[in-house]
C-alpha cells in the first residue's frame, strides 16, 4: 500500500492556445483501484487518478478537462 497522501498532478494548457498547464492537488481517498493501487482525487472528488512511479493516470476525466493518459505528478509534504 503506498502510504504517501498528497500529489501536484499536472495537466497541460490546451493545445494551440499557449496556455499555462494547470496543477490539481489530489489527496489519497482510501480507495483502490481493482489492481490494488491507491486512488487520489482532487478536492471536489472529480478528478481521479491512480499514481505509480510519479505518473498519474486519470480514472475518469471530469468534462472540459483534457483527455491525456498519462500525466506528471510530483509528491508534497
Excluded: K, W
Amino acid at each position: 500500500m503506498n502510504t504517501l497522501s498528497r500529489y501536484a498532478v499536472t495537466l497541460p494548457g490546451q493545445p494551440g492556445r499557449h496556455g499555462p498547464p494547470e496543477v490539481i492537488i489530489v489527496h489519497a481517498t482510501g480507495e483502490t483501484t481493482a489492481d490494488g493501487r491507491p486512488v487520489f482525487a482532487d478536492a471536489a472528488g472529480t478528478f481521479r487518478v491512480e499514481i505509480t512511479d510519479g505518473i498519474a493516470r486519470p480514472l475518469a476525466v471530469p468534462a472540459g478537462r483534457s483527455r491525456h493518459t498519462c500525466l506528471l505528478a510530483q509528491l508534497l509534504p
